[in-house]
């Protein structure tokens, strides 16, 4: 089973596209589901944030799922194949690794290192699990993924040398400390949002939300108010910062309900401000597209070579495990084989010399044993060893065709298990 992935983001599409392509919510599951229903398609799991969709998906048949995907992604977001196409970015088998690894570690998203992608990528896991989309193969892909970005942020210093969505987007708003601010969303990125707002200094701190408890929790984090989203439009009368990021999947903020200068940070796909916004007298937009233009989420280089170095090895170790694991079944088919060879030899010599008991009879069992057990050892010390280089698959196939092996045998494996 191979791993692809398909999908856009930031770097290959415009946020306008990646607007109409974003999923959430029940959008997401049906996705999820459609995709993992797919006659090509054996695992499936989504990974979709407010820059990037991507669809992961372990197949047997490269070109027939790809185009599956392709065509499911179009239906979904309601963006003709022709016009999604050029957009999308293809990985397969080790390259459809590497790259989760680097989305993990931070090196794709739109702010380098930023730490929301692990929790993102954690959901998406979660949520494949939760649906019965997953299978050994994406699961133990994902869960490495999510040590090696955990890794990337311990060792190498990458979310300091980066920013947030939120920081990046701040640093648009100017002098911050002592202004009044109004958090709309309760999620992930609004809790970072609210817990920034705190640290530069901003101590009137608003949170509204759908879910009115939620505000509650939040806002108490940082000694703020609470309030329904019905009020928003009353509290941006007096609000200097709004940051609005609730995945609503309309505006939530128009032209009509503001009343003076404002900065407005819009940080959701698809957008929750109304663009028009930006022709008002005294109001500033800083959304996605804004931050991907300005460059204001790159990295040093320091930091973000030691993340690639971090990704390359973690790489190697995940592929040279997996290579090794492939070769498995068909070592255990061959000590299967063996152990029915011993089985039968012994069970004719018992035939032949039926006065052959006790001591003597263990003897000459354990002799054979031991004999074919020697014989089997450096082959399979081997192939094994061989299997972790780039054509260890050749190595195991050689084997099964000498000794004529069939590594689904069900037999051999309950056999060597016991």
Known sequence: MSVLVVGLSHRSAPVALLERVSVSGDALVKLLQDVH????????????????????????????????????????????????????????????????FSVAAGLESMVVGEGQILGQ????????????????????????????????????????????????????????????????????MSGLAVATLARVGVTDVVVANRTFDKAVRLAETVGGRAVELSEV????????????????????????????PVFLLDLALPHDIDPSVRELPGVTLVDLETIRESGVGAAESGPVNAVRALVAEELETFLSAERAARVTPTVVALRSKAAEVVEAELGRLTMRLPELEGRARDEVEQTVRRVVDKLLHEPTVRVKRLATSPAGDHYAEALRELFDLDPKKPEAVRRVDL
């Open 121 to 188: 990528t954690r959901q998406a896991l979660r949520l494949a699990q939760e649906h019965g989309t997953l299978g050994a193969t994406l699961n133990e892909l994902a869960q490495q993924a999510l040590r090696v970005g955990k890794r990337a942020h311990a060792e190498t210093g990458i979310d300091r040398a980066g920013a947030s969505l939120v920081t990046a987007g701040l640093s648009f708003a100017g002098e911050l400390a002592g202004r009044r601010a109004l958090v709309v969303g309760a999620g992930a």
């Open 37 to 100: 229903t797919e006659v090509n398609v054996a695992e499936a799991m989504v990974v979709s944030t407010c820059n990037r969709v991507e669809v992961y998906t372990a197949v047997d048949r490269f070109h027939p799922a790809l185009t599956s995907i392709t065509n499911l992604l179009a239906v979904h977001s309601g963006v003709p194949v022709e016009e999604l196409t050029p957009h999308l970015y293809v990985h397969y088998e080790d390259r459809a690794v590497e790259h989760l």
């Open 233 to 260: 439009q009353r509290e941006l009368q007096d609000a200097e910062l709004v940051i609005s990021c609730t995945g609503a999947g309309h505006h939530t903020i128009t032209p009509e309900m503001l009343g003076g």
